[in-house]
């Protein structure tokens, strides 16, 4: 059964930074791809980040490129999204999904809420 538990999220004011944490458990980590989503009120869950397996590639939403970088430790199971010049509009609820090799099934963590406001 994946499990993934994010953490990190929080209240920051714009221009501030976050360090989101995804830890992973009960699957091979290291096989499969994983992202991070999010979520505003009102709107669809948006893909936000991306990387491979072996953390040799990334891909970035438009609206994050420059100021959110994705990275993962397969050693301790983690993927993390540190997240730079945060601006209003980056409120959300923060996903971290984990994608089934074969399938790209995605399993879904519960959530960390990131807002930014003064």
């Known amino acids: 059964q994946v499990q993934l538990v994010e953490s990190g999220g929080g209240l920051v004011q714009p221009g501030g930074s976050l360090r989101l944490s995804c830890a992973a458990s009960?699957?091979?980590?290291?096989?499969?791809?994983m992202r991070w989503y999010r979520q505003a009120p009102g709107l669809g869950r948006e893909l936000v980040a991306h990387?491979?397996?072996?953390?040799?590639?990334?891909n970035y939403a438009d609206s994050v490129k420059g100021r959110f970088t994705i990275s993962r430790d397969n050693a301790k199971n983690m993927v993390y999204l540190q997240m730079n010049s945060l601006k209003p509009e980056d409120t959300a609820m923060y996903y971290c999904?984990?994608?089934?090799?074969?399938?790209?099934?995605?399993?879904w963590g519960q959530g960390t809420q990131v807002t930014v406001s003064s």
């Open positions: 990387i491979t397996q072996s953390g040799g590639s990334t």
């Open positions: 009960s699957f091979t980590f290291s096989s499969y791809l």
């Open positions: 999904a984990a994608l089934e090799p074969t399938t790209r099934r995605p399993y």
